[in-house]
T-cell receptor, first 113, second 115 residues
């Protein structure tokens, strides 16, 4: 199993550009989530999905879109990048039942200039 | 909403000394509890978890944590710190019930091990 994979590992964008961060998992997990990690703020939930076709907002959704057309993939779209979106982004997945422990991808380090 | 408090954003210990990282949560109903570790430039990996049963939980790399319901705490300990333990540690809780992402993280504690 590859677990949770994320691409790219690093990205530099100019203000106003758009891009998609990719996330995939091969564990047949129902739940998938996107977090951003900023110094001193821990992990903040951006969007999450409880299954294909179902998404919902987290704590900091503004400026981001998601969709979940398959169980495996959960891409995060930045519509018009802003310097405030400079962060490290983590994708995570878990089963819908059981202990709910989350499995994390390696992260994408995004810089917006 | 749930809140997770990690006391001390930075903790330094000498190699061989006791490691104690503190975590308190706010829920009145005991949730599922987790500790994750993040090594530099990596993702988070599960260190240990408490769901039900024995309140003292053992994890990887010699770490353990004790769930204390009366104190709403889940502190992480290791008897003897090793240089390789230097990392960021996150406490997390998963609220019981519901169908959404009810996973809440603390702000993290950075552990430095002094040789």
């Amino acid at each position: 199993n590859a677990g949770v994979t994320q691409t790219p590992k690093f990205q530099v964008l100019k203000t106003g550009q758009s891009m998609t961060l990719q996330c995939a998992q091969d564990m047949n997990h129902e739940y998938m989530s996107w977090y951003r990690q900023d110094p001193g703020m821990g992990l903040r939930l951006i969007h999450y999905s409880v299954g294909a076709g179902i998404t919902d907002q987290g704590e900091v959704p503004n400026g981001y879109n998601v969709s979940r057309s398959t169980t495996e993939d959960f891409p995060l779209r930045l519509l018009s990048a802003a310097p405030s979106q400079t962060s490290v982004y983590f994708c995570a997945s878990s089963y819908r039942q059981g202990t709910y422990e989350q499995y994390f991808g390696p992260g994408t380090r995004l810089t917006v200039t | 909403a749930q809140s997770v408090t990690q006391l001390g954003s930075h903790v330094s210990v000498s190699e061989g000394a006791l490691v104690l990282l503190r975590c308190n949560y706010s829920s009145s109903v005991p949730p599922y509890l987790f500790w994750y570790v993040q090594y530099p430039n990596q993702g988070l990996q599960l260190l240990l978890k408490y769901t039900t049963g024995a309140t003292l939980v053992k994890g990887i790399n010699g770490f353990e944590a004790e769930f204390k319901k009366s104190e709403t705490s889940f502190h992480l300990t290791k008897p003897s710190a090793h240089m390789s333990d230097a990392a960021e540690y996150f406490c997390a809780v998963r609220e019981m019930g519901g169908t959404g992402n009810q996973f809440y993280f603390g702000t993290g504690t950075s552990l430095t091990v002094i040789p």
